[in-house]
């Protein structure tokens, strides 16, 4: 048996037992590829999502408002962030 066939046996049996699969674990290019696309359009989506909320930081009525909305929108970019790195 191949190596890539010993190591897809394996990647079958992790997934059809639920056993998370790691960035570094080998996985075929494929599943690889498609993962890769699905964290950047969540990161896309995380980034997106700020833009609208820090157009209202400079129309928030008090300090208060202004701080939350500050921290909504550096939440939103730190996730964006990790998911970029992940990706």
Partial sequence: MSK???????????????????????MPQAYRDNLIRQISQHAHSEVVGMLPEANWITRAPS????????????????????LYSAA
Avoid at 6 to 26: A, S, Y
Avoid at 63 to 81: I, P, S, W
């Fill in 63 to 82: 300090l208060r408002r202004k701080v939350a909305l500050l921290a909504k929108v550096q939440d939103e970019a730190g996730h964006g962030l990790y």
């Fill in 4 to 26: 890539d066939k010993e190591f897809e046996k394996e990647f079958e049996r992790k997934i059809d037992n639920e056993i998370k699969i790691e960035p570094r674990d080998w």
